[in-house]
C-alpha cells in the first residue's frame, strides 16, 4: 500500500474532526431539553427525545434515557396549560415512563428516575379522571415510590419538589398538608443553594433543575385559595424568573394571575 492509500485509509478511519464526542452531545442535548421545557416548546421536545434516541451515549445511556423520559415528561406537563389542551398527554407520559423504566432498569435505586416517575404517575392519575380502573392501575406501580417521596427526609430539590406538590393536592389522609407542603417547597429552596454552593460545577447531563421549581411552586400556592398573599406569591414568581428568564408558565400565565390579585389583599 502506498503512502497516499495509508493516509486516505487512516482518513476514513478516524472520526471527523467536527463530531462531538457523545458526552459533549449529551450535555447539548440536556441543555436543549431543560430550555424547550422551560420555553414550553413540545415540538422541540419531541424532536430531542428522537435525537437523544439516535445518540450512542456509551456509559452514559443511564442519562440519556433519563434526558428522554424528562422530555416525554415535561412535554406532557406543558400541555396541560395549553387550551385546548392537546390529546396526546396520555402518549406522552406512557412514553416518558417508558424510558424512564429503562434508565431504573441500568440504575434501580435512582432517586432522580424515581421522583421524575412519582411525578409522571402522578399527571397519570389526573389524566383518568374518575376511571377507576385507570387509577387502580397506576397506583399499583406508583405506590412504593409514592411513599418514599412522602417519607423523604433529605435535601434534593427535585424530590423536594414533587413532594410538595403532592402535599399541596392530596387528601390530608394521603398527608396533604399546605403548610408542610410550603415548608418542603421552602426546603427545596435551600436545597438547590446548597447544591449550588458545592464547588463542583457537575456535567451538564447530571439533574440539577429543582430550584426555580420550587420557587414556582410556591409562587402558585400563595396566589391561590380564599386568602392569597399577592405581595410573596409575586416574590416567588420573580425569584423564579431570575433564576429562568425564559420560563413562559412562569412570565406569561402565572405572574399575570398574581399581578392581577388586588394590591390589598391580606396575607396569610
Same mark, same amino acid.
Given at each position: /500500500?502506498?503512502?497516499?492509500?495509508?493516509?486516505?485509509?487512516?482518513?476514513?478511519?478516524?472520526?471527523?474532526?467536527?463530531?462531538?464526542?457523545?458526552?459533549?452531545?449529551?450535555?447539548?442535548?440536556?441543555?436543549?431539553?431543560?430550555?424547550?421545557?422551560?420555553?414550553?416548546?413540545?415540538?422541540?421536545?419531541?424532536?430531542?427525545?428522537?435525537?437523544?434516541?439516535?445518540?450512542?451515549?456509551?456509559?452514559?445511556?443511564?442519562?440519556?434515557?433519563?434526558?428522554?423520559? %424528562?422530555? $416525554?415528561?415535561?412535554?406532557?406537563?406543558?400541555? %396541560?396549560?395549553?387550551?385546548?389542551?392537546?390529546?396526546?398527554?396520555?402518549?406522552?407520559?406512557? +412514553?416518558?415512563?417508558?424510558? %424512564?423504566?429503562?434508565?431504573?432498569?441500568?440504575?434501580?435505586?435512582?432517586?432522580?428516575?424515581?421522583?421524575? /416517575?412519582?411525578?409522571?404517575?402522578?399527571?397519570?392519575?389526573?389524566?383518568?379522571?374518575?376511571?377507576?380502573?385507570?387509577? +387502580?392501575?397506576?397506583?399499583?406501580?406508583?405506590?412504593?415510590?409514592?411513599?418514599?417521596? /412522602?417519607?423523604?427526609?433529605?435535601?434534593?430539590?427535585?424530590?423536594?419538589?414533587?413532594?410538595?406538590?403532592?402535599?399541596?393536592?392530596?387528601?390530608?389522609?394521603?398527608?396533604?398538608?399546605?403548610?408542610?407542603?410550603?415548608?418542603?417547597? $421552602?426546603?427545596?429552596?435551600?436545597?438547590?443553594?446548597?447544591?449550588?454552593?458545592?464547588?463542583?460545577?457537575?456535567?451538564?447531563?447530571?439533574?440539577?433543575?429543582?430550584?426555580?421549581?420550587?420557587?414556582?411552586?410556591?409562587?402558585?400556592?400563595?396566589?391561590?385559595?380564599? +386568602?392569597?398573599?399577592?405581595?410573596?406569591?409575586?416574590?416567588?414568581?420573580?425569584?423564579?424568573?431570575?433564576?429562568?428568564?425564559?420560563?413562559?408558565?412562569?412570565?406569561?400565565?402565572?405572574?399575570?394571575?398574581?399581578?392581577?390579585?388586588?394590591?390589598?389583599?391580606?396575607?396569610?
Amino acid at each position: /500500500m502506498n503512502l497516499l492509500a495509508w493516509a486516505l485509509t487512516l482518513s476514513a478511519l478516524a472520526p471527523a474532526a467536527d463530531a462531538p464526542r457523545p458526552e459533549a452531545r449529551l450535555a447539548e442535548l440536556a441543555a436543549a431539553v431543560l430550555d424547550a421545557d422551560y420555553r414550553g416548546d413540545r415540538p422541540r421536545l419531541a424532536e430531542l427525545d428522537s435525537e437523544l434516541s439516535r445518540l450512542d451515549a456509551g456509559s452514559l445511556i443511564d442519562y440519556r434515557d433519563y434526558w428522554r423520559g %424528562f422530555a $416525554r415528561w415535561r412535554r406532557a406537563m406543558n400541555g %396541560f396549560n395549553e387550551t385546548p389542551r392537546p390529546d396526546d398527554l396520555g402518549a406522552d407520559l406512557e +412514553k416518558a415512563l417508558e424510558r %424512564f423504566r429503562s434508565a431504573l432498569a441500568l440504575r434501580p435505586e435512582w432517586s432522580e428516575v424515581r421522583l421524575a /416517575m412519582v411525578g409522571a404517575w402522578g399527571n397519570q392519575i389526573y389524566l383518568a379522571g374518575d376511571d377507576a380502573e385507570k387509577r +387502580k392501575a397506576i397506583l399499583e406501580e406508583a405506590t412504593p415510590a409514592y411513599k418514599w417521596v /412522602m417519607q423523604y427526609a433529605g435535601d434534593n430539590p427535585r424530590v423536594l419538589w414533587i413532594k410538595g406538590g403532592l402535599q399541596m393536592v392530596v387528601p390530608a389522609t394521603a398527608g396533604g398538608d399546605p403548610a408542610k407542603a410550603a415548608a418542603t417547597l $421552602r426546603q427545596g429552596v435551600t436545597g438547590a443553594w446548597r447544591e449550588a454552593e458545592a464547588g463542583v460545577t457537575p456535567p451538564s447531563w447530571v439533574p440539577t433543575w429543582g430550584g426555580p421549581e420550587n420557587l414556582m411552586n410556591l409562587a402558585y400556592m400563595y396566589s391561590q385559595g380564599p +386568602k392569597p398573599d399577592r405581595a410573596l406569591a409575586l416574590a416567588y414568581a420573580e425569584g423564579a424568573l431570575t433564576a429562568v428568564p425564559q420560563w413562559h408558565y412562569v412570565r406569561d400565565i402565572l405572574l399575570p394571575r398574581i399581578e392581577a390579585l388586588p394590591v390589598a389583599v391580606a396575607a396569610n
